[in-house]
Structure formats: C-alpha cells, structure tokens
C-alpha cells in the first residue's frame, strides 16, 4: 500500500486517509487507557471541578489534539495533576481533533497516522524538508488548522491554557491567553516553536537548547519531563508486580509493543527469542486480528509467554518487566523510564520518535535496532548481561520523572500567581 500512496491524486489521499485513520484516532482517545474521564463523543468537554476549602475563583483549559493518543495522554495526566494539586479549580480538558468536524481541521492527524502506518517516507520528507523548517510554514499552518479551534476555545472563556500540542498553543495565543507549553518528545523540531508563550515545560537539555536557538528566555524553560499517567506516578516494585499479574519470579521478561496499528513485526521478534529461556509478553492493544494471530502463534511455535490485547494497569505490566522492545514514542518512554525498564527501539517512526530513541540511547537506558532480527539479538545480549542489564535499568530510573504532571501543575499555577507550595503534594 506505502508504494501506491506516490501516485494517490491528492483528494483521494484526503478522502482515504481520514476514512482509514480518523475514525482510529477518534475511539483511542475517547476510550484510552489511563484517563479519569471518559470521552463520550466529539465536541464533549470533559470538566472536572473538585471544590475546596481554597477554591479558586479560576478556570484552566488543558488542550490536546488527538494526533494519535500520546498528545491527549499528557493533557489528562496534567488535569489530573491540576486536581491533585489545588482542589477548588476548575479544570476543563478539550481536545482540537475530537470537537472538530471539519475534514480541514482533521486532516493533519489523518495524515500523520496515515503515512506513519503505511509510507514513511512521506512523513520522513515532511519532517526534514528546510521549508517545513520555516516560519512562514509555521504561520500558514496557524491560519489553516487553528481556526476552528480559536472559536471553540473562545466559548470556553479561560483564564490560562496549557496544551500539549502547538495548533492549541497557536490558537490561544491569538486569543492573547496565558499560555503555557509542554513538548511531549525528548527531541525538538523548529517548526513548534511559537512566540508569546509564557512557559515551555521540557523534557531534555536538547530541547532547552533548541528552544534557546530560536530566541525563547532561558529561564522560561523548565526542565520537568514529560507528563505521564497517574498510575506512574509511584510505580510498583517488580516483585509486586509480577505477582499481581501472575508472571514468573525468577525468569526474564521481555515485553514486546504491538501497539492498535500492528506495525512493528513482534511476531518475527517472538520467533527468534523462542529459546532463549525469557518469558515474552506481547501487548496488541486494541488491534484484535494482531492478538489472535499472535496466540496463534505462540501455540504453534510452543512459545512461552503471554498475548494480551488492552492491558489497563500499565505501569504494572512496566514494573514487572525486565526489557521492552518498542518503536520511541514520547510517553511510553517516559512511562518506561519512570519504571526503570530498559528499551530497545525498533521501527521507529521518521523524525520525533528517532529523535526519542537517539537521546535515550545517548543516556544510556535504551539501544537501537535497524533489523528485526537486530532487535531480538540485542535482547537477548542484554538479558544475558545482568551487569549490562542493571547499568540500564539505574540509567532508566536517574532519567525517569513519574510525577513530571504534578511539577507541570505547580509551575503553572505559581506562574499564575495563585499557588505557592514548597514541597510537592504527595501522590494520593
């Protein structure tokens, strides 16, 4: 399918990428895994007003743009860390893609899943074109995409607005609000910059730079990591884990990400680890064909391990876990370094998750793979190495930032002038 999508005329592409995409994108996020909330249809906001003692006379808008699920994530994880953090405010979380029905304004996440499922390539060009790099193209894509969203956001009528994706940080921006940023990969492209933020919230020294690079106040940068699940926030120990779940005490476990789409081939990477005396786990999340196949599988092959689709409690499934094998997006990351599981990144898309995968490795809580095969033999180096394996999981754990939302929300709020809290809230 990636080799026809070169000669697909350009309102078919349209036409196709939101009918194969979209309506993906849409359920994932409406019923993720991880939210306190649930979305129960486009245009829903999803408000939580927790009164208190101290209640503030102040609404916050988190805003996210369902480009997949990692952007949405990071917003719930900072409602939540918001409500944690002062109860009397009143907390509303929208998101850009889910509340439009205009095909202009969901084409951009159709195409990015789109072209990251089935042609690379095209993303790659995207990604690294000097003319996706400048800002005339930042401010064409403000005027065509945040339009929509400027109205939405207008009927909210917030105070202040933190979004974890750069058409929400445009659009309140041209509302002239308060706004504040959060990058939710470990890499950093120029064309998310945006003028007039009052914050950015980072999750490495290479965005800080980057962000530098382009002008933005040092001291506006705030190094707190990616925001992640309240399940993270104070993750179980592995031996717990393993026995909630019901897995092997004494015995490697080596988890492999299918992910909805089923793109990174775990299959071929389960064949090849037969034998080598690990407990494999894959996870297919929601993509159901995936999970049968691979229980197929693992009969056939007589592979010891476990097939599982939706699996709730992930910071669990993280803990118990000695490697995983994944392809480098910004939150699972960040939920892996939180629980010190080393990775290795294969498959990864063009641009930001090589981005993740490269600084990772840099630190050294993670290894890249350009083969299937690659992948599966450095797992199993790895797990052979107990002195190579720990050296990971220690640099997994001195990168990791669980409570990086609750950092998020006190930042935000102290900025704003309504809170002034020493010592974080411990986590409930």
């Known amino acids: 399918m990636a080799a026809n999508t070169k000669t697909i005329p350009v309102p078919a592409f349209l036409i196709i990428s939101n009918l194969l995409c979209f309506r993906g994108v849409n359920y994932?996020?409406?019923h993720g895994a991880g939210s306190s909330g649930a979305f129960r249809g486009?245009?829903?906001?999803?408000?939580?007003?927790a009164p208190g003692l101290n209640s503030l006379a102040l609404r916050i808008l988190v805003s996210s743009m369902a480009y997949g699920s990692g952007h949405t994530m990071a917003a719930q994880a900072i409602v939540d860390a918001l409500s944690v953090v002062s109860p009397g405010l009143e907390v509303i979380h929208h998101d850009g893609i889910l509340?439009?029905?205009?095909w202009l304004e969901r084409f951009p996440a159709s195409f990015y899943i789109f072209t990251n499922k089935h042609a690379h390539w095209i993303w790659r060009t995207f990604y690294y074109s000097p003319v996706f790099r400048t800002r005339l193209a930042n401010r064409l894509t403000s005027l065509l995409f945040s339009r929509g969203i400027i109205g939405r956001m207008r009927d909210i009528a917030p105070d202040a607005v933190v979004s974890t994706h750069l058409s929400s940080t445009r659009a309140s921006l041209k509302l002239r609000l308060p706004t504040f940023s959060v990058i939710t990969d470990y890499c950093f492209h120029p064309f998310l910059f945006s003028e007039g933020v009052c914050a950015y919230f980072a999750a490495s020294d290479e965005v800080r730079e980057a962000l530098v690079s382009q002008g933005f106040p040092r001291e506006r940068i705030y190094l707190t990591g990616i925001p992640i699940r309240r399940m993270f926030w104070e993750p179980p120990s592995a031996a717990d884990s393993r026995e909630r779940?019901?897995?092997p005490r004494d015995q490697r476990i080596v988890l492999l990400m299918s992910g909805n789409q089923g793109v990174t081939p775990v299959g071929k990477i389960a064949k090849i680890l037969k034998g080598?005396?690990?407990f494999l786990v894959v996870v297919t999340g929601k993509n159901e064909t995936m999970r049968r196949r691979m229980e197929s599988l693992f009969r056939e092959k007589r592979i010891e391990g476990m097939v599982t689709g939706v699996f709730l409690d992930?910071?669990?499934l993280l803990s118990a876990c000695d490697i995983i094998v994944t392809k480098g997006g910004g939150i699972i990351t960040s939920e892996c370094l939180a629980c010190g599981l080393p990775m290795v990144f294969y498959d990864s898309i063009p641009g930001q998750e090589e981005g993740n995968a490269r600084i990772i490795s840099e630190w050294g809580a993670g290894v890249r793979a350009r083969s299937a095969d690659e992948a599966a033999a450095l797992v199993k180096d790895i797990i052979n190495d107990p002195t190579r394996l720990k050296r990971m999981k220690e640099k997994a754990l001195e990168h990791g930032r669980p409570?990086?939302?609750l950092d998020i929300a006190e930042k935000v709020l102290s900025l704003l002038g309504v809170y002034?809290?020493?010592i974080p809230p411990k986590t409930p």
């Open 28 to 30: 994932q996020v409406r």
């Open 42 to 49: 486009p245009g829903q906001l999803e408000a939580i007003s």
């Open 99 to 102: 509340s439009s029905r205009s």
């Open 245 to 247: 779940i019901g897995l």
């Open 276 to 278: 080598s005396e690990a």
């Open 314 to 316: 992930m910071a669990l």
């Open 403 to 405: 409570k990086a939302a």
């Open 420 to 422: 002034h809290r020493a």
